[in-house]
């Protein structure tokens, strides 16, 4: 387990149009802004268009809204972000698994970010899981 203790943060509000592209535009943000750890704190709005990659797939899927976002949640960092968004079509019916590129909005997305101070985000590849994982670093680890 990973624990650390709390610095500072500073919020980030965005408002994506139509047409955008909802990760490419949260990596932007990582991007333009130099942050180095982040978090969404928030998202509704919603895709004409999702990309998502279920559970232990190779992949995304593309499939085709329109969809409203009941969900999003991960973090970010500049080796990548890691999101998991739900959705949820006309019927109500909810699908979700891994934000990808490709994820286009159809009306608008209202979203938070919040940037921490003093802690750095980064993702090295885990042997155990063969995926890219969290690591923490720059602020103390919080006692027990």
Do not use: W
């Amino acid at each position: 387990m990973i624990a650390v203790k709390g610095g500072g943060s500073t919020p980030f509000i965005l408002r994506l149009m139509p047409g955008e592209d909802l990760r490419g535009s949260l990596e932007a943000l990582v991007r333009e802004q130099g942050l180095q750890a982040a978090y969404v704190a928030s998202c509704v709005g919603s895709l004409k268009v999702a990309a998502i990659r279920f559970a232990d797939a190779p992949a995304a899927t593309k499939v085709e809204g329109p969809f409203e976002i009941v969900g999003l949640s991960g973090t970010l960092s500049r080796d990548g972000p890691h999101l998991h968004i739900a959705l949820s079509d006309r019927d109500g019916k909810t699908i979700g698994g891994h934000l990808g590129l490709g994820s286009i909005i159809h009306t608008t997305a209202e979203i938070v970010v919040v940037a921490l101070e003093d802690i750095e985000f980064s993702r090295k590849k885990d042997e155990r899981t063969g995926y890219s994982e969290l690591l923490v670093s720059g602020f103390p680890p919080a006692r027990e």
